[in-house]
């Protein structure tokens, strides 16, 4: 799938809805932003009262500060999993060439929904970070093992020890492609519960998350300003829902034809496009 020609046509599906995909795609970062500043109120009141020393901060000693940390990211969780899937679901609304149809206060509104992004958002993050605590921990032991010397031989085991990290940190990149495009599959597929669908994602992104990794390469560094968040924002949306509203259509046919019409599937597929 050619990225640029992608994005070409994305951008074209949302014109004309680009104002209100970007009112519900700044929901989230919303949210989150309103999370982190009360969490970082609460620690200026413990620090304020003594509670709790500067340093403590960053080595986390401090029980009263793992407790609000504890509290304020599952509160996260359960406020910006709901509004990432509406985002989804607007986006898959664009990239089909349709009119909004569903209000995301409608969808915030309905309890299943909840259900559904929480379920699928709990997962994956659970799933990330098994994928990431692997890697942590080589990279700890490499790290370690170089700070504190040695031969050649603890030369030899804290190098193999860092390659395998990056190995490693190559799953949990994988992981998190793969958690990007799960709001989407949410939003394709209505009748999917969470769990199932966040499972399901690894199967349907096999050999297609370049895509992702390709549109974050071109986008990221776009947004990298406030001023360029507003534009660039609903594409990336747009450009994401698009891709995997493709792969979809690519699955249907396989899964019509039969894989021996696979391949022609794909490209009946992307004429379409």
């Not at 009141?45 to 509290?71: C, D, S």
């Not at 990290?165 to 958690?179: C, E």
């Not at 939003?187 to 969470?194: D, F, I, R, S, V």
């Not at 990794?213 to 594409?235: D, R, S, W």
Request: hydrophobic fraction near 55%; glycine fraction near 8%; proline fraction near 4%.
């Amino acid at each position: 799938m050619k990225i640029f020609e992608l994005i070409a046509y994305s951008r074209g599906n949302i014109r004309g809805k680009r104002r209100s995909l970007l009112l519900a795609c700044l929901l989230p970062f919303g949210a989150e932003l309103l999370f982190r500043l009360a969490e970082a109120a609460f620690y200026s009141l413990l620090l304020y009262f003594g509670a709790m020393q500067p340093a403590e901060l960053f080595t986390g000693k401090n029980a009263e500060q793992l407790v609000l940390a504890v509290i304020f990211t599952i509160a996260r969780w359960l406020v910006t999993a709901p509004l990432i899937c509406a985002v989804a679901v607007k986006a898959m609304e664009a990239a089909a060439e349709k009119s909004p149809r569903v209000h995301v206060s409608e969808l915030l509104l309905d309890a299943r929904f909840l259900r559904r992004s929480i379920a699928a958002s709990v997962t994956m993050k659970l799933i990330c970070l098994a994928a990431l605590i692997p890697a942590a921990g080589a990279a700890i032991y490499a790290a370690e093992t170089v700070s504190r010397g040695g031969g050649s031989r603890e030369l030899f085991g804290a190098v193999n020890m860092a390659v395998l990290a990056v190995l490693l940190m190559g799953v949990w990149l994988a992981a998190r492609l793969t958690a990007a495009a799960v709001p989407f599959l949410l939003a394709a597929y209505p009748e999917k519960g969470g769990i199932a669908a966040a499972f399901g994602a690894f199967r349907f992104m096999r050999g297609r998350r370049a895509l992702l990794l390709k549109l974050f390469a071109v986008y990221l560094p776009l947004m990298g300003t406030i001023a360029g968040i507003p534009f660039f924002l609903p594409e990336l949306a747009a450009a994401l829902a698009t891709g995997i509203s493709i792969y979809i259509k690519e699955d249907e046919y396989a899964a019509e034809r039969g894989m021996g019409g696979a391949e022609n599937g794909r490209a009946e597929v992307h004429r379409g496009y």
